[in-house]
């Protein structure tokens, strides 16, 4: 389905009678109902992402929900979409924290770093946040970042928030690290993320772990600039 070490990886969960009563009714969601992000962008993050790339895991709850916004990568929106209250807060803290300025909304850049743009669930109806909850997204969801957990090699997880700071106790494998903080939303953004640091302390462990640091500005501007 994904064309990735992630199939083999995943083989089973897909056979599970969760998983394909979750197909049944994400097809009749999409021939019924406008859904983001669009059908053949549902697992992008996974697809860009393989299982055996993966150095940091960035967890959101569920897509955007205005038009054209989603696109299979948590927090990201492509070309010349607004660019959302989050993503805002986002950049600012990348900017206050290592002096890097984005003008690319899209974060593909980061998920081919190894990078797992990963929603906990994948798909939304337009205008109608959380739409999808519940309908077996999060036992999937859940189950991936369990298989990350047992991967032998050190991973980052990036948790903002308290939905994505609920699944740490999934990450019990001593290897990994966990960075959390407030979610970047306006209504949080001020209460402990902006100031957080979190793409330098990322940076800290992968160089500790002996991984290549993210590039965290866009491929058109990745050098730092005075403030």
Known sequence: MINKVWDTVLEKEMKKDYFKNLGTFIKKEYQTKEIFPPYKEIFNALRITDYDKVKIVILGQDPYHGDKEAMGLSFSVKGDVRRPPSLRNIFKELYNDLQIERDQNDLTDWAEQGILLLNSVLTVQKDTPLSHKGQGWETFT????????ARETPIIFILWGGY???????????????????HPSPLSASRGFLGS????KANAYLEKDGLEPIQWGPKTNLNRLDI
């Open 142 to 149: 859940d189950n991936i970042m369990r298989y990350l957990n």
């Open 164 to 182: 994505a700071r609920s699944k740490k106790e999934m990450i019990t494998n001593p290897i990994h690290h966990i960075i959390e903080s407030a």
């Open 197 to 200: 640091k979190p793409f330098s």
